[in-house]
């Protein structure tokens, strides 16, 4: 599929996408279940990279100021900055493309080669927005709660390095972390967040809805799926971050 196909089909699966769901209940009784699976079992993923990232931020930041004429809150400030601004936001939501577009794409491919999906149009329902709506819904709740949870736990994180080290003192750290605070920054990262959502959801869904053949292929679409996803992500947070600092 050539990439300009491709992207005139994906527009039109988005488009059935946003339909008015025809029974609530189900689609709520769905979108339940994709908040689990979604948030809940990407919490302890989140919570242990974002905990050594912070460590390790923090170190890296206090080895990197070695003149004495830099005031050691600084190492503080630079954390908060790096979690806040990027590494909460977007490489959170690179990860969760790996983890949770893999699983999306495998799960309605498998779906797609066994007709199960065939079977859902047969009975009038509008197969992408039952399938794929909740998985997106959910990921718009999920993945900014996951960008706050990130930033907490990274700077935790770097707190804890940062006193087991020596490289900072607690009250030197603390007042980096409110030194020249920026709201928007907040603003801004959770803007980013809800978009990567949307990608890291419906591209592996237009994938695996879309695969052709057998269990071989739904492996390919996978890996196609978080490869497109994630540098999707990259291209909208370059775009975003230019329009919006």
């Not at 809940?40 to 989140?46: D, F, G, I, K, Q």
């Not at 237009?206 to 497109?228: H, I």
Request: hydrophobic share 50%.
């Amino acid at each position: 599929m050539k990439v300009l196909d491709k992207i005139g089909a994906y527009i039109l699966f988005m488009g059935r996408i946003f339909t008015k769901p025809e029974k609530k209940k189900v689609y709520l009784k769905e979108l339940t279940n994709e908040l689990e699976k979604l948030g809940l079992n990407s919490v302890m993923l989140v919570m242990i990279i974002s905990f050594f990232i912070g460590a390790v931020l923090t170190l890296q930041t206090a080895y990197n100021m070695s003149s004495p004429l830099l005031p050691r809150y600084l190492i503080g400030y630079l954390t908060r900055e790096t979690l806040l601004l990027e590494f909460s936001s977007t490489i959170v939501s690179l990860i969760l493309a790996g983890k949770i577009g893999s699983n999306i794409a495998s799960e309605i491919g498998s779906m797609k080669i066994t007709e199960q999906i065939e079977a859902l149009e047969v009975m009038g329902v509008n197969s992408v927005s039952y399938l794929v709506g909740p998985k997106i819904a959910a990921a718009l709740v999920v993945n900014p709660v996951l960008y706050i949870f990130s930033v907490f736990i990274g700077i935790i994180g770097g707190i804890l390095s940062g006193l087991a080290s020596g490289v900072v003192n607690y009250d030197d750290y603390i007042h980096g972390l409110h030194f020249a605070f920026n709201p928007y920054y907040v603003t801004y990262s959770i803007v980013k967040t809800l978009f990567f959502a949307v990608i890291f959801t419906s591209i592996p869904a237009f994938y695996g809805y879309n695969v052709q053949g057998g269990a071989l292929e739904v492996g390919k679409a996978s890996t196609k799926a978080v490869v497109d996803s994630s540098i999707a992500i990259l291209l909208v947070n370059l775009i975003l971050t230019k329009i919006l600092l």
